[in-house]
């Protein structure tokens, strides 16, 4: 087995430019410090690092550090490479127009789902989510679409190393249930979730073609009493058909 090469000082910085994006108003070193249980005197140093190149800056007056104009020109790069985005959108928009709900589009970014669009619903309630939201990977049918994409003993592999997470009382927790909704997900090449990961919400979700060494997947979320037990088999056929005409647009 090949030994990963560690390097502790980079994933403390990834983990502080985290952090520092997930926070509305920036952090302040003590913040980042208490937050991540990392000395002051390293914070500090990773920091100023990252402010000299441009990956964060810090506010004169408040002090906080907010991300920087060289992470948002390398996010941009990034999102621009994925080019499902540009080809999926047509799709997304007349899936939208079908049924009626809010639709996603993400790619699997190691043990998340990363959304890089959505076409939201034009209702007034609706299930929305910001583009570049990470979901966790074992979360609702998106997961379950990823998952079953796996070599069924990679799939179980995974399952044990990363344990399954209760969202709900309706999120299945137990491996060989969820090993075996896995299987079926496969056999019907779509996947559900009915309150598993929000409770009153359900989703539709596929599987697309892998693009630019990416795997994306196609979603369809709404509120249970929007995608009643009536309405489940149309919104199905609609995501898939919006999935196959996705995958043929290459």
Not at 62 to 79: D, F
Request: aromatic letters at 6%; proline letters at 5%.
């Amino acid at each position: 087995m090949t030994k990963r090469y560690q390097a502790p000082i980079v994933k403390k910085a990834f983990d502080i430019l985290k952090a520092i994006s997930q926070s509305e108003k920036g952090l302040r070193i003590s913040d980042i410090s208490t937050d991540l249980d990392i000395s002051k005197s390293t914070v500090h140093g990773i920091t100023a690092a990252l402010e000299e190149q441009g990956a964060i800056t810090r506010h004169p007056d408040s002090k906080r550090y907010t991300i920087g104009l060289t992470l948002m020109e390398l996010g941009k790069a990034a999102y621009e490479r994925v080019d499902i985005v540009k080809s999926a959108r047509p799709a997304m928009e007349n899936l939208m127009e079908q049924c009626g709900e809010s639709v996603f589009l993400g790619i699997r970014n190691a043990h998340h789902v990363t959304v890089i669009d959505i076409v939201e619903s034009r209702k007034d309630f609706k299930i929305s989510s910001p583009i570049g939201t990470a979901l966790p990977l074992l979360a609702g049918a998106v997961g379950k679409a990823f998952l079953s994409a796996m070599p069924a003993p990679e799939a179980a592999a995974y399952l044990k190393t990363h344990p399954l997470r209760r969202f709900t009382s309706q999120t299945i927790v137990d491996p060989a249930i969820y090993l075996e909704e896995l299987k079926a997900v496969k056999k019907r090449g779509y996947a559900l979730d009915d309150e598993e990961y929000i409770a009153g919400v359900r989703a539709v979700a596929v599987c697309l073609s892998p693009r630019a060494g990416h795997l994306p997947a196609l979603w369809v979320v709404g509120f249970k009493a929007e995608m009643s037990d009536d309405l489940m088999p149309r919104i199905i056929d609609q995501t898939l058909a919006a999935a196959l005409q996705i995958n043929q647009s290459v």
